[in-house]
């Protein structure tokens, strides 16, 4: 139940109520026992998060991609690597250069 019914719960009405009622009771009752809680709580919280992005970045690697490569195709490599950076570089000179010689033309 509390896999299945619980998430569906958390984000009604009612529930949210009932918990800052009850947090509004702890932060009264023991203000530090509240404070480390809640501190802990967002600690864990960013833990979770920062497993589930190195989760994601490993799921999105290939383990062939860690391998060390012979030399011929670390070179293969580096010039495809190079040859795609320079096609972004010539593609924004050109968008660049239009939109100079566009706005030149609209001046005069």
Same mark, same amino acid.
Do not use: C
């Given at each position: 139940?509390?896999?299945?019914? *619980? /998430? !569906?719960?958390?984000?009604?009405? /009612?529930?949210?109520?009932?918990?800052?009622?009850? #947090?509004?009771?702890?932060? =009264? =009752?023991? /203000?530090? #026992?509240?404070?480390?809680?809640?501190?802990?709580?967002?600690?864990?919280?960013?833990?979770?998060?920062? !497993?589930?992005?190195?989760?994601?970045?490993?799921? !999105?690697? #290939?383990? =062939? #991609?860690?391998?060390?490569?012979? /030399?011929?195709?670390?070179?293969?490599?580096? *010039?495809? =690597?190079?040859?795609?950076?320079?096609?972004?570089?010539?593609?924004?000179?050109?968008?660049?250069?239009?939109?100079?010689?566009?706005?030149?033309?609209?001046?005069?």
């Amino acid at each position: 139940i509390n896999y299945t019914i *619980r /998430p !569906a719960l958390a984000g009604s009405v /009612p529930f949210r109520v009932f918990n800052s009622l009850k #947090d509004s009771v702890a932060k =009264r =009752r023991d /203000p530090e #026992d509240w404070a480390a809680r809640k501190l802990q709580g967002a600690w864990r919280y960013r833990h979770l998060q920062r !497993a589930k992005r190195k989760d994601d970045v490993l799921d !999105a690697l #290939d383990s =062939r #991609d860690f391998v060390k490569k012979s /030399p011929e195709e670390a070179h293969r490599l580096r *010039r495809q =690597r190079a040859e795609e950076k320079l096609r972004r570089m010539v593609r924004r000179w050109r968008y660049n250069r239009a939109a100079r010689l566009a706005k030149a033309g609209a001046e005069s």
